[in-house]
Structure formats: structure tokens, C-alpha cells
């Protein structure tokens, strides 16, 4: 072959790329644009006034099209899938308690996105932020509203394999202190001190003594619910197999989402309760795999979010394992009951 020949060869490759590449670009430019635009048939959202401690409202991340996107809206707890009310505040992930709020956002860069977690009052009006060292995953806020915690993914962007690594940190909302990684605490495993290089944490859920929490720890390929104490600076482990904790309004279950055999590896997970003075596991009536942080609606409901056609839907169902799930909202994620 000519030395003309492989120049022609080495132009024309070139071009391919470059034509392939301008394609993506267009498309993607245009698939954001379509994503300004409101969906047809989609829910009514308006920009209006939110805040933390209206009562019987639910607030939440709305993935609805249009010009409110990622913005935090609200509707009557009542009513989930009625009108929304616009906030003007981005997050990716969201939670509220007793007034206050954490917003996990992406902070937009001309080479790459960073991320970092706000602290929100009652107005949704900033009071302390935090760099976030990876992509946000979860969020938590005591029930006192003393503290707030939230999971990112710092290598990889999947709880279904092995094959990731997370960051999970707690602040103090009155005084700013905070625990930037939970791998800091020491981990109580079957009454002895553990040590591994693999651990990781996520999924903090909160009891109401600003004491007492529950996680996630993953070490060697399983899972472990773990009570945490602010204080000591302690992990327990109390059962294995459990996932995205989130405790009850009575402190007395926890609802997760557990690792189901002869389910497909990227979608693996059931919903299930666990009785904490028993240690009993319920499972629920949701038989598709949820990869979310339920939420506790009230003491018999548990709400969730399954990929819809915007994005994500909210879904609820009993706690008892009786029922069958619901579809409340649609293009919705991260919800909280609120005052």
C-alpha cells in the first residue's frame, strides 16, 4: 500500500469520527432541549412558593419536562399526583425533617460537574454547604432536623455489582461540624472489632434520639444492616443482607430493599420489612426490583421510586406485606412528608 493510500485511508477514518462525533453532540443537544420543553400529558407544574413545615404537603425532585426540571416541588400529601408548585431549587437528591433540608446538586463546570450538599432552612434558603467528593446516591435528615447525611458514589455509579466505591458523611446542622466519611467509626462485627480494606457505607437513616442511626456496610461481597452511635463512634452489625435502610416512624422496623437469588445481577432487589425486636423480615407485595431509599409515608406505607418514562415514579405499598403497589406520581424522585 501507497504512502497516498494510507493518508486517503487515515482522512477518511478521520472523518468518519468527526461525522460520528457531531452527531452525538447534536443529538444530545437537542434530546436537553426537547427536555425544556413541557411533555405532553405530563403533570401541571408553576412556579410558586416551598417551604419545609407547610403541613401535609410532600416535597419532592420533579423530573417532569420543562422549564421546572429538577426543581423541588410540592403537592398535598393527599393529592401526590395533582398540580405542583415549583421551588426554583435544583437537586439530585433531596430529603426534609422538621424544617430543614439537604439538596445534593451538581455544580456545572466547563470541563467536568463537581458536586456538593446544601443544608436548607424551612424557606429553602442555604445555610451551610458541602463538597461532595463523587456522584450523590442518597440523602437523609434526622427527625429533629440536628443532622443531615448523604451517600455519593466516589468509584463506579451501581450498588447491583461489586465493582464501586462510596463516601458517606453526617453534619451537624446547628453547629457545621462534619463526619466526612463513616469510615472513620470503629465497625463491631459479631462482637469483634473489624478491619477491611473493602468496607464501604451508604444509606443512613436516623432515629429520633440524635443518637442512634442505621447503614448499610458492605465488606467481602455481603451486606450488613449497622447501628451507628454518634457518640462512640460506633458501627454494630444486627443482620445481613440489607440495603438502603430507612427506619419507621416508631423506631421499631426498618424497611430495605434486599438481595433476592434468581434475580438478574443488575436488577437483584426485593423490598422488604425487618422487625427490629425480632429480627423478622417481611417481605413486600412489590415484586419488581427497587434500587431505592424508601421512604415512610405514615406507619403502614412505604413509598418508592421505579424508572418511568421521565425519569423515575413514585409507588407506594403497605408495610405488612399485604396490598399491592400503587402508582402515585409520575416524573417524580426523592420524596418527604413534611409538617
Known sequence: MTVRSR??????????????????????SARAERRDHTQAGGP???AGTVTLTAPGRMVFRNMAWGPHRDELATVPAASPSGPRTASGVKCLRFYAAAGTGVCLQAVHGPVSDTYRALILDANLRTTAHYDVPGIPSRARVSPTGHYAAWTAF???????????????????T???????????FRVLKDGRSYHSADVNFWGVTFAADDTTFYATLATKGSTYL???????????????NVECPSLSPDGTRIAYKK????????????????????MRET????TRSVDDQAVWKDAHTIV?????????????????????????SVSAVSPAYVG
Open 7 to 28: 493518508l486517503l485511508i487515515l482522512l477518511s477514518a478521520l472523518a468518519v469520527l468527526a461525522a460520528v462525533a457531531l452527531a452525538s453532540v447534536l443529538h444530545a
Open 44 to 46: 401541571k407544574v408553576t
Open 154 to 172: 466516589v468509584g463506579g455509579d451501581s450498588y447491583a455489582g461489586t465493582n464501586f466505591s462510596t463516601r458517606t458523611a453526617i453534619a451537624d
Open 174 to 184: 446547628r453547629t457545621g461540624e462534619l463526619i466526612a466519611t463513616l469510615e472513620s
Open 226 to 240: 449497622v447501628r451507628g452511635n454518634l457518640r462512640t463512634r460506633t458501627l454494630t452489625t444486627l443482620h445481613a
Open 259 to 278: 438481595r433476592v437469588r434468581g434475580l438478574p445481577k443488575d436488577a437483584p432487589w426485593h423490598l422488604y420489612v425487618l422487625d427490629l425486636r425480632t
Open 283 to 286: 417481605p413486600l407485595a412489590e
Open 304 to 328: 418508592y421510586a421505579l424508572p418511568g418514562d421521565y425519569g423515575a415514579d413514585l409507588y407506594e405499598v403497605p408495610a405488612d406485606g399485604t396490598g399491592k403497589p400503587r402508582r402515585i
